[in-house]
């Protein structure tokens, strides 16, 4: 009698240990192309946080072995977007590192402290420019926004401050 009460429960186990032997996998291997990232970034992210049809990938950037991807949540009327960082592993192979907070400075225009340099993601149809002055120089670097969602990446120590202009050169706020 015994014996018949405890196979069910076996089996369940059975389950439950691929179940979790799978999801260790997943964390543990690194993912392929562009598919595996955006697998691997819903895996990250709670239900609700983002829409599985309009998910996508915004913007990459690359420093060293490692890549910032910048994920567009897919929700309408909203400019949610999730930096993640990953581990480049070889070719098209990466490994998920962590989820990153981003400082939502304007609405649309992200900035992101990463690997010794300052991520910027711009997504406002507003901004033209992006203009950086260093506080080691008296030259302002004046970047042109042709394509959005637009990614730059800045290596500095910090020492800087940024602005974001619209089409007649007035700073949007």
């Not at 072995?65 to 897919?74: A, E, H, P, Q, T």
């Not at 070889?90 to 907070?101: E, I, P, T």
């Amino acid at each position: 009698m015994k014996m018949k009460n405890t196979i069910p429960l076996l089996g369940g186990l059975a389950v439950l240990a691929a179940v979790i032997s799978f999801g260790l996998a997943f964390m543990e291997h690194p993912v392929g192309g562009d598919a595996g990232l955006l697998a691997r970034a819903k895996w990250e992210m709670r239900d609700g946080e983002f829409d599985p049809d309009g998910f996508r990938i915004a913007a990459k950037a690359e420093q060293g072995d490692y890549c910032l991807i910048w994920f567009f949540c897919g929700i309408e009327g909203s400019d949610q977007y999730v930096p993640m960082e990953f581990e480049i592993t070889g070719d098209d192979g990466y490994r998920f590192v962590s989820r990153r907070l981003p400082l939502n400075r304007i609405v649309g225009i992200y900035e992101l402290s990463w690997r010794d340099s300052y991520s910027f993601l711009i997504a406002n149809d507003a901004c033209r420019y992006l203009c950086i002055d260093p506080a080691y120089s008296s030259e302002t670097m004046r970047i042109e926004i042709e394509e959005q969602p637009f990614q730059y990446c800045y290596e500095d120590d910090g020492s800087f401050d940024c602005r974001f202009l619209d089409a007649n050169g007035e700073e949007l706020l």
